[in-house]
């Protein structure tokens, strides 16, 4: 049988290659975008302490007292007035003593030391403070050696916070320091934002739940678990909303009671423009749709939109795309719509162990983990690669313009703990 003469499109050996005539979206431009276009969607409400760690402040927290509250003695000891000079000196111990929560009654005159132990508030009279292991007490004195500059083993009233100052600015997500820091300035309840719920939803024919029997040609859910524990671990209320089939009515009534459970739609796959991408066409024939070819690898089909007043952010597919997308775009946009602010994750610069050589156009991130003080990349950069996000313990990021790294040489790498997990 004869074949048609039909010429085939030159070859193009990366898949990954920038088709021409797409308008690539750099991954600047379209962070700025979200970061413009998103606003604060939770409320607020009244949380005790012990309920507020990890939630987000509504408001700036401003002390309620001075932490410490009074002056007091940095160490146990004995306490006088003044400094003392270069030289022995001894000077009588006075009946009683100041503890902590015990402060002393009366007053301390000029040339007589008060017994006083750790955290006890300064008597009147005292100002200065000499270690219990630097001095002889016999005979109802005690004995030293100066120098000793006034105010020695002491801490200032409000030296840490002043009252009325401001403790913790709004956005701030309270961590176990900030439960101290919070406590120690006198709050007992704090004003936070309610939740942000997101929403995770799978969509592709081919998915099974993981347990249940995969016949020929499917494959186990694994975005769904990954992203629902990734939503959590960022700091939101993750929903299950399931898994949704290749078909444009179901998914449309998926999307519609999500709508009215979640301030956010969280999903996975149907992102490109293929015949049975779904979530894009959808998002497109709802009018509401950004679809964002980025110039990023791995994850560049991102299809952002608005499904009755709910922000969607559909993510690609394949599994390293998607987190690297959640990371990378929907981390910091949902941290804006919950109150926290925009977060940039920290990266630090390490010496790669590995070679690579990048062409121009796109930004991108390797699975990489740090041995030995260098950053190793994961041996594949397969976008269904799902091992290599467990193998890494971070990403690094390579800048969008051409690029040949050679062992050694410095690249940014960010650890998963900087995007909060
Ligand atoms: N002709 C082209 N094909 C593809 C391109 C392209 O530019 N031209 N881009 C590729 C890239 S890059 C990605 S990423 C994917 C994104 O496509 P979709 O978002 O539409 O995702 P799907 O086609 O639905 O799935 C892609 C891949 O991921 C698997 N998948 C989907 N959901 C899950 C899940 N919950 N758990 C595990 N694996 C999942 C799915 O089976 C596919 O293998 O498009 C490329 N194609
Ligand atoms: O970059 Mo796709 O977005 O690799 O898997």
Known sequence: MSKPDIAPPPLRNDCFALPAGVNWTPVDEALALLRDRLTVVTGVETAPLRQAAGRILAGDVLAQRSNPPQPNTAVDGYGF???????????????????AGFPFAGEVPQGYALRVLTGAALPKGVETVILEEDVTLELGHIAFRGPLKQGANTRKAGEDVVEGALALPAGRRLTPADMA????????????????????????????????????GQIYDANRPMLLSLVERIGFEAVDLGRAEDDRAALSRHLDC?????????????????????????????GAMHEWRIALKPGRPLALGMWDQTPVFGLPGNPVAAMVCTLIFARPAL?????????????????????????????????????GGQAEAFHSEGSGRISGLSWA???????????EIKPGDLVRFIPYGSFGL
């Not at 007035?81 to 503890?99: D, I, S």
């Not at 406590?183 to 998915?207: H, N």
């Not at 920290?346 to 156009?361: L, M, S, T």
């Open 335 to 371: 941290s804006l719509m919950a109150g926290e602010g925009w977060q940039e994750p920290q990266g630090f610069e390490v010496p790669a162990a590995f070679a690579k050589r990048k062409k121009p156009g796109r930004r991108e991130y390797l699975r990489a983990r740090i041995r």
């Open 393 to 403: 313990d971070g990403l690094v990021e390579i800048g969008d313009g051409a690029r």
């Open 258 to 286: 999500a709508a009215q459970r979640v301030d956010v739609i969280v999903t996975s796959g149907g992102a490109s423009a293929g015949d049975e991408d779904h979530v894009s066409a959808l998002l497109r024939e709802a």
């Open 81 to 99: 007035a003044g400094a003392v000079p270069e030289g022995p000196c001894v000077l009588p111990v006075l009946q009683g003593r100041a503890a």
């Open 181 to 216: 820091l919070l406590s120690a300035v006198g709050l007992a309840e704090v004003s936070v934002r309610k939740a942000l719920r997101v929403g995770v939803l799978s969509t592709g024919d081919e998915l099974v739940e993981p347990g249940d029997a995969a016949g020929p």
